[in-house]
């Protein structure tokens, strides 16, 4: 069996209002919570708005700091600021493709950007791993000089897979990075993801609220509700016996939609 | 009598160079009660389809259609105020991303107090004012809101997605139309909520038998709540027929890749198997393939699907394909 790849202990994070001076409020927008993540494994993240899937999200990449608790990458603790680490390993997929990529950057320079930041290859190395993560992705080499305008929808989510997949990383984060595709694309994704998990031996980290693609998708899964872990183990598991109230109206407000079919 | 009676309704953007015909000969018939599902993915013409039965496209677009009934009303041959007046006082729109169409500047109140239909109003002038009022909080209560006084006061940034997106239906059935077109009403909204929107549509269809058109992109989500489906793809008419009938028993390869590529459809599959799909993209405007636009991703193209294809009726499920997938299921 593999080894633990990530692993995360005790994380925990407060936001603090700002607008009282004495008598300070506290705002747990994450309690607590542990985890480990294998190489070839999923996890998915399941909630509602305001559960704290997506502060999770920014604590794993680093776009904020803890307030307890530490994140191991193969044993080895992640500093805080380090960045250089982080960004090598964990990658993030955000929902919307359309507007994270930088519109007035070709697919070239802007794949090229993560790799000059982070690794010393010279030019023609670089170019010759954007060549090869572009067709890795599904897409040809001549879209290297294309405008990210000049994309549909599912070829822009997957320049933001090949961005992500460009530095070789261990864990990638798609937080709900699925959601909003169309249908036959969605299936396209979720074909290539499984494809480069067998390949690279990635382990992702599935934030989503449909359950259908959990299900397909993860190996484990985590329900959050207010910052709280209320269930935690394997898909099959949960959503064949959910033990919390909650997970059972979350499933429920799903599956009766195809009951009778 | 059929509601809405459209027969090879093509609509065409007008450009500088050349029209382009966005949609193709599309047939879409609905019955008095029914609740009808429009799906189809993005740019497949759902949402030009229902601006046009609505009467909101500008000069850009041309319509045209062999039939286009309402009612036994020919609205082709009408003028265009005469039109106006019909589908104004029978048909409501409802649009995603309820938050951004509500006026961010006016309470929940006055706006709804606008919608009210005037000549439902009986009294003096002087009545007229309080009657708007709890007319406004009689649309709320319509539409399950109970604390109406915090939502009339309140502003639509102070509101979740569900309570604008119940606003919204409320201010649709105030003139009590026979038609209410639903164009994506849950779109980005949680599964919860989304839950609570369709039950509320279903409750009015069932309660005051408003024919429903429920327009979205995903197969899966409407299946639960709609008696009959049509199918577009990139502007051109796939298939029709109950839910049942599509569900189950897809004709068209076109549908049956969309059952057969949800993941929550067929549960049959294992964990982490390979999903079917249909190689490529949807086409753009610009560069639409001639004859059946399904044709360069299709599985069963053959050199006939060049041509394209005439609707085929079997016991009121039709399908627009030269193979269809009818002797798949004998």
Redesign the interface.
């Known amino acids: 069996m593999s080894n633990v790849l990530l692993q995360v202990i005790n994380l925990s994070k407060n936001y603090k209002d700002k607008n009282y001076w004495f008598n300070r409020k506290c705002v747990a927008a994450l309690e607590p919570l542990s985890f480990d993540i294998m190489a070839h494994k999923t996890l998915a993240i399941v909630g509602?708005?305001g559960s704290g899937k997506s502060t999770l999200a920014k604590l794993l990449v680093g776009a904020e700091l803890p307030t307890t608790g530490h994140i191991r990458l193969n044993g080895q603790t992640l500093a805080p600021g380090d960045f250089k680490q982080r960004c090598q390993y964990i990658r993030m997929i955000f929902q919307d493709s359309g507007t994270t990529l930088n519109p007035s950057l070709t697919i070239e320079q802007l794949l090229d950007e993560p790799l000059r930041l982070n690794t010393d290859l010279d030019e023609t190395e670089r170019h010759q791993l954007i060549r090869d993560t572009l067709k890795k992705v599904g897409l040809l080499a001549e879209h290297m000089s294309f405008y990210p305008h000049m994309f549909?929808?599912?070829?822009k989510q997957r320049i933001s897979l090949a961005r992500a997949i460009i530095l070789k990383p261990q864990v990638i984060i798609l937080d709900e990075a699925l959601?909003?595709l169309?249908?036959?694309?969605?299936?396209?994704i979720?074909?290539l993801l499984?494809d480069l998990q067998q390949q690279m031996g990635l382990a992702f980290i599935l934030i989503s609220?449909?359950?259908?693609?959990v299900?397909?998708?993860s190996?484990d899964m985590m329900v959050l509700c207010q910052g709280k872990v209320l269930e935690f183990g394997k898909?099959?598991d949960i959503l064949q016996k959910p033990q919390h109230k909650y997970t059972k109206?979350?499933i429920m407000?799903?599956r009766?939609?195809?009951?009778?079919? | 009598m059929n509601l809405i009676d459209i027969r090879n309704l093509s609509i065409e953007l007008q450009t500088s160079t050349q029209p382009i015909l966005a949609v193709d000969r599309v047939n879409l018939t609905m019955k008095e009660g029914e609740v009808r599902g429009l799906v189809g993915?993005?740019g497949s013409g759902k949402s030009l389809l229902a601006q046009a039965i609505v009467g909101v496209l500008d000069e850009k677009w041309k319509v045209d259609a062999d039939r286009f009934h309402w009612r036994g009303n020919d609205l082709m041959r009408l003028t265009p105020e005469e039109r106006k007046a019909i589908i104004s006082k029978d048909v409501a729109m409802i649009f995603q991303e309820p938050m951004a169409c509500l006026d961010p500047t006016t309470t929940i109140g006055e706006q709804l107090e606008e919608a009210v239909d005037v000549e439902q109003l009986t009294g003096f002038f002087w009545q007229k004012r309080q009657q708007r009022k709890l007319a406004a909080i009689n649309l709320l209560h319509k539409v399950g809101i109970k604390q109406h006084e915090m939502c009339v006061k309140s502003f639509p940034h102070q509101l979740t997605d569900a309570l604008c997106q119940r606003v919204m239906i409320a201010m649709a059935l105030a003139r009590r139309p026979m038609l209410l077109i639903a164009d994506e009403p849950t779109a980005?909204m949680?599964?919860?909520n989304?839950?609570q929107i369709f039950r509320l549509l279903a409750s009015l269809n069932q309660l005051k038998n408003m024919s429903i058109l429920l327009i979205s992109?995903?197969?899966?989500?409407v299946?639960?709540w709609t008696n009959a489906i049509t199918v577009m793809y990139s502007g051109q008419f796939v298939e029709a027929g109950t839910t049942?009938q599509i569900?189950?028993q897809p004709y068209h390869p076109y549908t049956r890749?969309?059952v057969d590529?949800?993941?929550?459809?067929n549960r049959m599959?294992p964990?982490?198997s390979?999903?079917?799909?249909?190689p490529g993209?949807?086409p753009?405007l610009q560069h639409l393939p001639i004859g059946c636009r399904l044709g360069p991703r299709c599985p069963r193209a053959q050199q006939k699907c060049v041509h394209a294809p005439k609707i085929k009726n079997f016991h009121g499920h039709q399908v627009s394909c030269h193979f269809p997938l009818k002797d798949s299921y004998s």
Request: aromatic share 4%.
């Open positions: 509602e708005t549909s929808g599912g070829q959601a909003s169309d249908p036959s694309l969605r299936s396209q979720i074909n499984l609220h449909n359950l259908g693609i299900r397909h998708f190996d898909t099959t109206k979350l407000s799903q009766f939609q195809l009951l009778h079919r | 993915e993005s980005a949680e599964s919860t989304q839950g992109h995903d197969l899966e989500n299946t639960h049942e569900f189950n890749a969309l590529s949800s993941p929550k459809a599959i964990n982490k390979r999903l079917m799909t249909l993209s949807i753009i």
